[in-house]
């Protein structure tokens, strides 16, 4: 063959009609075949030509590898795997491994699997690729598979701890708690829980399972414990309700004498959370200081969450002011807590702000602020962003806008547009979307709609209570007795629980966290707390209160009625507080498991003004701000 120029400056390399460009520099190939395997190449950010005459085998092979890394089509991964058929072998750079890769990253799983199933002389390194690949994009089935045929077919070399980490990966997205602990016992058998990274693959599987008892028995029979082995055991206990064995952890930690890192101030004042402790969280922030992580963007934005969560919304605030160069998510949470505080003429300004200093909002962002709109009753901002959403920043609206826009026109009173909007959605609406509109219902005491959406959730979820019970009260509301007792009658037909979980106040004084029920007698100061609640009723009763009893759904006498909404558990909480903070200028910090009644909240608006003293309440949805007898949500809720 004789060689044939493709231009006064550029040749051609051997290869059919073909044309395949990547991110980073394109190789033409055309017939007819020219006598070596000359090469073009052009780099992106320059506009020469690159002419190598009698390129080496080598050098083809690394413009391969190249175009395999940076391939972003199923056409130009096609185009190399030809040339990889005609030019070079599977083995060669591991070229048919990252062919594999590549096509699974996009989406071809079945391509991938031919080709792996065609190469010859497959390695513990090309099936530990295809487990891992498998697992990170999702195909659980196919890693399991995977793994199983290699046990089979690769009779010299046994899994190593990189099979393993793939298929604990894979075991968890399978959520198969079975399938871990074949793993775990195969892992075991290899002498493999010796190596770090897999001790903490499987301390990270049992976490998610919630078997925290094997999860610290791996981490205390490790030879060797590493950041994330410490880490994990900050982030697991707290994941499954135990956050105090977290804190505990993080404790060890300092005492073995290792410095927390990034990572594990994130993981402990995920704890801090859950744990409710504002003093410890203070501490922990102090802590961040000392260590020189405070000018680290994601675990300020971390004590900028946690204060917001913890009803300390103006810590919040002096924390986002400290970021020198706040990203997305920092706004963002920003954002989300102005919006749970009911701050939401704040979130829009803070909106604007965060568009004006260039930052793209996400969608994320914009369910925060829709959220925001909604619980400040700003109907017509809330619809102009959700219409800009998409025809500015080209956002289409996900379930959760939906959720958010159906909330915001049902609690201003417009049922019928919240109806409307979600018969007109592009997409199948999912019991939250229903939800919002279902909670509309029952605030404004709409019957027939709140029937007709009631049992769009029953046919959704027919085994959550939830739905059952909310139109039991919303019957009894109305002192519709017989369709309250109906609805009993079918949650017992199911086989459903009649009882929600009961309602429970927290409060928080010297670093200890008080619980209350309805009625409680359990606590040692109880009489005393009591005997003061009773005294700010009769006070706020002179002011001009009337009791709501239309919130106590049960059929009994107005008299029995008041005495039992009087007992509720956040007005014990109130009580005790008032007793125990004698700093008018100090906030009372409440947290409720359920949404607060209407009662209550009135209570809480009186108690305010003539106490003079803020109250904050957080319910189920969000933050209530009590001062001067007005509330922050300025009864939107």
């Not at 976490?207 to 791996?218: H, T, V």
Request: glycine letters at 8%; hydrophobic letters at 40%.
């Amino acid at each position: 063959m004789t060689l044939r120029p493709f231009s006064s400056r550029q040749l051609i390399i051997p290869f059919s009609n073909l044309f395949l460009k990547t991110k980073t520099f394109f190789i033409r190939f055309q017939y007819p075949l020219i006598s070596a395997p000359y090469k073009f190449l052009s780099v992106k950010g320059f506009h020469t030509s690159v002419f190598l005459q009698q390129s080496s085998h080598q050098s083809i092979v690394s413009a391969l590898i190249l175009a395999v890394s940076s391939c972003s089509s199923l056409f130009y991964c096609n185009s190399i795997h030809a040339y990889v058929i005609k030019s070079v072998n599977y083995s060669d750079g591991f070229i048919g491994d990252r062919l594999v890769s590549c096509y699974t990253k996009l989406g071809c799983v079945e391509n991938a699997q031919q080709l792996f199933d065609e190469m010859p002389n497959k390695d513990l390194v090309s099936w530990n690729n295809l487990i891992t690949v498998f697992a990170r994009k999702g195909f659980v089935d196919k890693c399991t598979t995977a793994f199983f045929r290699m046990k089979f077919e690769l009779d010299k070399e046994s899994p190593n701890e990189v099979t393993l980490i793939g298929f604990i990966s894979a075991c968890i997205d399978y959520d198969d708690v079975d399938l871990g602990k074949y793993i775990h016992g195969i892992g075991l058998k290899l002498g493999l829980l010796f190596e770090v990274k897999v001790g903490n693959s499987l301390i990270n599987m049992y976490g998610k399972f919630g078997c925290l008892d094997i999860a610290c028995q791996i981490f205390e029979a490790m030879p060797v414990q590493n950041f994330v082995s410490w880490n994990l055991m900050v982030s697991v206990p707290s994941q499954n309700q135990f956050p105090e064995v977290g804190v505990g952890n993080f404790n060890k930690m300092q005492m073995n004498g290792l410095r927390p890192d990034d990572g594990t101030m994130v993981a402990v004042l995920q704890a801090c959370e859950n744990l409710g402790v504002g003093k410890l969280a203070e501490t922990v922030h102090g802590l961040i200081v000392k260590c020189g992580l405070n000018a680290n963007v994601t675990v300020l934005t971390s004590i900028l969450d946690l204060y917001a969560k913890l009803g300390r919304l103006k810590d919040s605030c002096k924390v986002f002011g400290e970021l020198i160069d706040p990203d997305r998510v920092s706004w963002t949470a920003m954002l989300a807590g102005y919006a749970v505080h009911g701050y939401g003429k704040e979130a829009v300004e803070l909106f604007k702000c965060m568009v004006r200093k260039g930052m793209e909002p996400d969608h994320v962002t914009f369910v925060h602020l829709l959220n925001a709109c909604s619980h400040s009753g700003l109907v017509n901002e809330g619809k102009n962003y959700f219409k800009i959403m998409s025809r500015v920043y080209g956002i289409q609206p996900r379930l959760d806008h939906y959720s958010c826009m159906v909330d915001l026109l049902g609690r201003s009173g417009h049922l019928n547009d919240a109806h409307e909007l979600i018969t007109s959605m592009s997409m199948e609406p999912n019991s939250g979307v229903w939800g919002a509109l279902f909670g509309a219902c029952r605030v404004y005491g709409n019957i027939e709609l709140g029937k007709e959406v009631a049992e769009q959730l029953f046919a959704m979820e027919p085994l959550d209570s939830r739905n059952y019970i909310m139109l039991s009260n919303m019957y009894s509301a109305a002192g519709l007795w017989k369709d309250a007792s109906k609805v009993r009658a079918l949650m017992k037909e199911r086989g459903l629980a009649r009882n929600p979980k009961p309602g429970c106040s927290f409060i928080e004084h010297e670093n200890k966290v008080y619980r209350f029920v309805v009625d409680d007698q359990y606590h040692p100061e109880s009489e005393k707390i009591h005997k003061k609640l009773e005294e700010l009723i009769q006070k706020i009763r002179k002011a001009g209160f009337v009791s709501k009893t239309e919130y106590v759904l049960h059929d009994v006498e107005e008299d029995l009625k008041e005495d039992m909404i009087n007992k509720h558990s956040e007005k014990l909480a109130i009580a005790f507080g008032i007793l125990v903070t004698h700093d008018v200028g100090m906030p009372i910090i409440i947290r409720k498991n359920l949404r607060i009644c209407g009662d209550c909240h009135d209570t809480a608006k009186f108690i305010s003004l003539l106490e003079n003293r803020t109250i904050i309440i957080r319910d189920a949805k969000r933050f209530h701000h009590f001062a001067n007898g007005s509330c922050s949500c300025g009864d939107f809720w």
